[in-house]
């Protein structure tokens, strides 16, 4: 017996481990940053006149964060169902009642265009590698049709919103666990994984795309990101909240889950105290009076990103061992 996470037998109640906590927040982040670069995009550069730029060190990071971070979630996804060789079948298969097909189509529709997207922000790069040098008649072929570049984005920026809170649908369409089975998740996951955005396109810009870093911007996003904090905490207080009126199963799901073990330690000190109340007083500090502290920033980014990977572990772990019916030891 541990006496901080219990016995080891409630494990074997385990049936979505490790791996999909981690594809849930590789996919959120994926989604965020796209969100937030476009959104730099669009708000910081695409109103000046002259030379107006899509190089921006936070959109360059959203660039790369959100292709890799998909293909490399959908990758643990696929080992995770045991037959990796029969994940084609999700490709050709639909049944449009499943939250998991209209996920698989959404992900197939947002996976090129990111990476679409990743190609003009580094059309330049791609010329000069020997590697990716195969790709650059495909990108000037794209650049054709530059006159719906900016639906094309659109586009892009809707499929990353229905991916972040696809994560979410995923889980709740499990209604046999109290804490999935919420409509509440869905948009919490979408906000916590903008968060992550956040955290991420200014902490991979501020350390491989120092030379087009820019203060605004980052700024702007550490503001977003405030924002976003307060939208997250009350959706969690909503979450259980939701869970405690329903009553029966819930009530006790809800209690166990916010009281016992090592669960409630990692929501507690994880996702609320680390994850959102201390990004709040990191960014006011580095805010104060339009201070630019940059060793405050990456230690706002980091701590954001661990409290929103913990967040992910707590729903799928936390929510599969206390489903309030027969209790753990």
Not at 91 to 115: D, K, Q, R
Not at 315 to 321: H, N, T
């Amino acid at each position: 017996m541990n006496n901080m996470w219990g016995s080891m037998a409630q494990y074997e109640v385990i049936n979505w481990p490790w791996p999909i906590a981690v594809y849930l927040f590789l996919a959120g982040i994926s989604a965020g940053s796209i969100i937030v670069a476009l959104l730099v995009k669009w708000n910081r550069h695409d109103h000046e006149s002259k030379n107006p730029s899509i190089w921006d060190a936070m959109v360059k990071a959203g660039a790369i964060i959100s292709p890799v971070s998909i293909i490399i979630g959908l990758g643990l996804l696929i080992l995770d169902l045991g037959k990796p060789l029969s994940f084609y079948w999700l490709l050709i298969s639909y049944n449009f009642t499943s939250v998991m097909t209209l996920g698989v189509i959404a992900l197939f529709l947002y996976t090129p265009f990111a990476l679409i997207f990743t190609g003009i922000i580094f059309e330049d790069i791609i010329k000069k590698l020997p590697i990716l040098k195969m790709f650059a008649p495909v990108i000037a072929f794209i650049k054709r049709y530059t006159e719906y570049a900016k639906k094309a984005e659109y586009f892009l920026f809707f499929l990353a919103l229905v991916v972040g809170a696809y994560t979410g649908f995923l889980l709740s369409a499990n209604m046999s666990i109290p804490m999935w089975n919420s409509p509440i998740l869905p948009v919490l996951f979408l906000a916590s994984g903008i968060s992550a955005g956040i955290a991420g396109n200014i902490l991979v810009g501020m350390l491989f795309f120092k030379s087009s870093v820019n203060k605004e911007s980052i700024k702007y996003l550490l503001m977003l990101d405030l924002r976003v904090i307060m939208v997250e905490i009350p959706l969690l207080i909503m979450l259980f909240v939701g869970m405690l009126y329903t009553g029966g199963e819930s009530k006790v799901a809800a209690i166990d889950a916010l009281s016992t073990g090592g669960w409630a330690a990692v929501f507690w000190l994880g996702v609320i105290l680390l994850g959102l109340i201390l990004p709040v007083i990191i960014a006011f500090t580095a805010l104060k009076n339009h201070a630019y502290k940059v060793k405050f920033i990456m230690i706002n980014s980091i701590v954001v990103l661990v409290g929103v990977a913990l967040l992910r572990f707590y729903v799928v772990y936390a929510g599969q061992l206390f489903t309030g019916s027969s209790g753990i030891s």
